[in-house]
């Protein structure tokens, strides 16, 4: 799961052209939109993934090897085992869709089997859901904020629940395909240390 909002387009851009074709898993990705605009991430992501990328309707299967996107004005949830359900719920956050829905259902539906990735954007949406997914045995994981182009949320993601790995643009496909083959990764990311340090008093 990979939640994100100002400059994280072109991170999650990134990320997802290094997954290999034959990913033995989902991804599903909440990215913050105007309600009244049609989402077009799906077809940017296309662009560079070698997996497909598509908005789900509601109550859609889910399948391994694709990229599910949140669409506009909808939250994105994993309530139901195998299941993409669509919410015209609250706005979480100022958002809907919001990350937080989608990583508190997925936690408490997946438990250990949900990785969270939160990338550049503004806020603390993501936050408590990274808590919730670090909560029920998940991998919580945040871009450097000192990359990011906003790092507000990465910084309170970080404040919110300790990552397991904090780490680079340029490591994040990696790590994520090496978590889903089952493998215990090493050599990725920095030092929570040191990015706490940087880390402002107030944001």
């Not at 550049?120 to 990359?147: F, T």
């Not at 493998?183 to 990015?195: C, N, T």
Request: hydrophobic residues 40%.
């Amino acid at each position: 799961m990979i939640g994100a909002s100002a400059g994280g387009i072109e991170v999650l851009t990134r990320l997802v052209s290094g997954l290999p074709s034959n990913l033995p898993a989902s991804i599903f990705v909440v990215v913050h939109i105007p309600a009244w605009r049609k989402s077009e991430l799906p077809a940017v992501l296309n662009y560079s993934s070698r997996i497909p990328a598509l908005n789900p309707g509601p109550d859609e299967p889910i399948r391994p090897g694709r990229i599910y996107v949140a669409p506009a004005d909808h939250h994105l949830l994993l309530s139901r085992p195998g299941i993409v359900t669509l919410s015209h719920g609250p706005k979480e956050n100022r958002h809907r869709p919001a990350v937080d829905p989608l990583f508190r259902s997925a936690a408490a539906t997946y438990g250990p089997r949900v990785a969270g990735l939160i990338l550049s954007g503004a806020l603390d949406d993501g936050a408590a859901g990274l808590w919730w997914v670090k909560r029920h045995g998940g991998v919580a994981i945040v871009q450097d904020p000192r990359e990011a182009s906003f790092p507000c949320m990465p910084y309170y993601a970080l404040e919110r629940a300790p990552a397991d790995y904090i780490i680079h643009s340029g490591e994040m496909a990696g790590l994520l395909t090496e978590l889903i083959a089952g493998a215990d990764p090493l050599g990725y990311g920095v030092p929570a240390e040191e990015v706490s340090e940087c880390i402002p008093r107030k944001l």
